[in-house]
């Protein structure tokens, strides 16, 4: 099927925002979106301005008036697993843009990010089936009593501004959720990753989904269409994933109107390997929480603790890991680590590699960019690296890096594990590894984060409240929870 976006490495596309059910073009101002694995350009993409993004609300505020406004939860769940269908009846096409967007190797994103956004199409089609309200019976002086009853009612036109490094996933996250709820969406993607969200316009018209009930601007944050997307009045909420700093700034243009926020922010999260653990399964959590994505995941582990009788097998073991992934081509099976997504990104990460050495670090493995053949030569790559011997006070061990790399720290009891994990601003995720389900259970109650993982990292259970505690976000997306940030409660009182 001929599509609006790039799925060829050899091509250059001309990307459209995506506006009242229609693409739109623009001559103006387009910047270039590169294929982070070869650095060659692969999209063309306009940047959104105020008139645009303007346009893109106007046009998601009309159709809380059409027929999507109309429609029954009956109908609008019907049509969410449209969606579900044609991502996965489009997977190649899905796929193939999501690995030339972010270089992740092909296989990681046919395994997670291209299945879970049709995942979150579906989950969120049966959540709004069983939403339910409170009800009240009051007692007056009368004898009478009274009925309360609260409804609850769409928010109206959410923001939703998205990062790079899960794309597809991240988005739909929340754009499904919020559609199952009535609101509609004016979604800003990543300026990193602009494909996958345009594609899903293509396949919103085919699932029946009316016009300006899903609108996609580009561009970039401050300065540009993030802000002006954020700061516009006709905006009723706004749900973010990204940096915290950029969480900080977007919360700060909520505040004019008052508008609620919901944010998924940052991480330095913690692995807690104690000497009881099962080493065969903790190596395999722990490499995919450190390594998977090249590192750029939120939820994955930078801090490594290990109880001190096994730091020594444990180090050898994961340096071992670490050494046997395959950076190369997205597209080839054997490749089990890409790049990084940018330049930018991958001069930041290395600039953490050389404060770790500067600050004294052991380097177990890793610590540059690896050799590669052309075209892979001018990619983003960079080693999966690991260090020993870094003091908790060091940038390295207290800053998000965001790359493939942790460092290792020792320690000889429960109590002190749980206190180096918890001395963070930051509160996403924990994995604690052991086979003592007391201690299990002890841990998971004192460290200070939104979601812990024993014996586990990253297994999903879309119904359960996902977020972050201290400076990892506010409130919670995932089943239920999501639905009370894109639903307003309104109580409605019945004298008898
Ligand atoms: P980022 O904050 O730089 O950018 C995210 C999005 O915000 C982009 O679309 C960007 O254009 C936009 N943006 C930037 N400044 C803006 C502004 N002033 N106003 C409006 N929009 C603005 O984050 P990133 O580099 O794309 O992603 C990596 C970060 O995301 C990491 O910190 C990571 O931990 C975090 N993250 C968190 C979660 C979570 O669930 N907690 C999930 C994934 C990523
Ligand atoms: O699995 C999810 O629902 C989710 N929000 C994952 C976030 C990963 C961060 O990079």
Redesign the pocket.
Known sequence: MATAVNTRADKVAHLSHFIDGRFVPTARSHFENRNPATGAIVNLVPEADPAVVDDAVKAAKRALKGPWGKMSEQQRSAILRKVADGIMARFDDFLAAEVLDTGKPKSLAAHIDIPRGAANFNIFADQVLTLSTETFRTATPDGAGALNYAIRVPRGVIGVICPW??PL??LT?KVAPALACGNTVVVKPSEETPTTATLLGEVMNEAGVPPGVYNVVHGFGGDSSGEYLTRHPGVDGITFTGETGTGTAIMRAAADGVRPVSL?LGGKNASLVFADCDLDKTIEGVTRAVFANCGQ???GTERVYVQRPILAAFTQRLKAAAERLQPGNPFDTATTIGPLISQAHRDKVLSYYARAKADGAEIVTGGGIPALPSPYSSGFFIAPTIWTGLAETSAVMREEIFGPCCSIVPFDDEDAAIALANDSPYGLATAIWTENLARAHRVAAQVEVGITWVNAWFL?DLRTP?GGSKQSGIGR?GGVHSMEFYTELRNVCIKL
């Open positions: 490094n899960l996933l991240l996250w998924e995941v939120c939820l999903r996902f997306e």
